[in-house]
């Protein structure tokens, strides 16, 4: 039997890989997007040979829309350092009395969650008027408790606001438990607070 010649070997192993059982190693394994990358560089490269003046008009396209989502993204972030910060006025006494009507209102109505929620923020708007703590609107609630606590508030009342404030922001962001407990407790510290003048 005489020797087969090398493209005879390559032409059994084509017609043997071929077969439905090897299929799985036949598959293009590379995502979608490299495939259509590769036939986009391939028709580019054809396109540059048969149409230079196409293709050259194309990367000028290409270029200018470049340049215009640069330059937007130049313009929209010198705007944004341009715009002033946020305001750190404090609430006023007017302002924490309006949401101590509001916080009324709405546990008159059922809503003590949300009431004992505008009761919160009407006690922030005292303890800022009154300098106890300082308040901007990036500061979380936690950096509220922990000002709270270094605070010149008497202790138990510094602690007693902290712990009230994690109630509420647990209710408020968890089961929104509707409980009148809430409205009541914030009440009862709003109304000291403002009768102490801390």
């Known amino acids: 039997m005489p020797d087969p010649s090398d493209s005879a070997i390559r032409e059994l192993a084509r017609n043997i890989l071929a077969r439905r059982e090897y299929g799985q190693f036949n598959r293009n394994t590379d995502p979608a997007w490299i495939d259509w990358l590769r036939r986009f560089i391939t028709w580019i490269g054809v396109l540059h ?3 230079p003046a196409l293709y050259w008009a194309l990367v000028a396209v290409l270029a200018i829309v470049m340049l215009a989502a640069v330059a937007q993204i130049v313009w929209s972030l010198r705007a944004a350092f341009r715009a002033p910060g946020p305001s750190a006025r404090p609430v006023s006494a007017n302002q924490a009395a309006d949401l101590a009507g509001e916080a009324q ?3 008159a109505a059922g809503r003590f969650l949300e009431a004992g929620h505008r009761l919160m923020i009407a006690t922030f708007g005292v303890l800022a008027q009154r300098s106890v703590i300082e308040l901007r ?3 979380p609630n936690r950096w509220i408790r922990t000002a709270l606590r270094a605070s010149t508030l008497a202790q138990a009342l510094a602690i007693e606001i902290g ?3 994690e109630q509420t922001e ?3 962001f968890g089961d929104r ?3 009148p407990d809430i409205y009541f407790h914030w009440r009862s ?4 607070l403002l009768s102490s003048g801390e």
């Open 137 to 139: 609107p990036e500061y």
């Open 49 to 51: 040979t048969n149409s």
């Open 189 to 192: 510290v709003y109304q000291r």
């Open 105 to 107: 209102q709405l546990a």
């Open 177 to 179: 438990e509707n409980e």
């Open 163 to 165: 712990a009230l404030v």
């Open 170 to 172: 647990r209710r408020w």
